[in-house]
């Protein structure tokens, strides 16, 4: 009886302690969002209030306050784990510039059925205005770096 008892009650202190350190990434993201060289994991709540709230209105009207790339992966994608450093090294060159943002389909479904994302990676590319373009599957760094100077910064 103590050995359930022990083993109950580690798997609570576990349960506690996965959701403070989540709650804790979710506040780095917000504070990364500004745009300071990093690439922001993104969620649902985040993506109403920073980039569209789709929920409110039909017609897309892009809230940033920088051009933005929405990259959607997953941890199991071979292209997506390629084109991740190739991200972090765009988001430290263009810091201050762009925002980019990274969504793991497996956890944000609704984000992922948002842009059709039926094969991964897919890039959303956001300038201040106008409509987004979508980029699918994998490139290297200056095919991205192409897209970032003659869409999203022109």
Known sequence: MKKVLVMVALVM???I???FNDK??????????IGNGKVVVMNKEMFLK?????E????WKYKGDKPAIIDLYADWCGPCRQTAPIMKELAKEYA????IYKVNVDKQKELAALFNATSIPLFVF????GDPQLFRGAADKVTYKKAIDD????
Request: proline residues 3%; aromatic residues 10%; glycine residues 2%.
């Open 13 to 15: 202190v576990s349960v």
């Open 17 to 19: 302690v996965y959701a």
């Open 24 to 33: 804790a990434e979710t506040n780095q993201s917000k504070k990364e969002a």
């Open 50 to 54: 920073d980039v569209f709230d789709y």
């Open 56 to 59: 409110k209105s039909k017609k």
């Open 96 to 99: 201050g510039k762009i925002i």
């Open 126 to 129: 956001i300038p201040m205005n």
């Open 151 to 154: 869409f999203l910064l022109k």
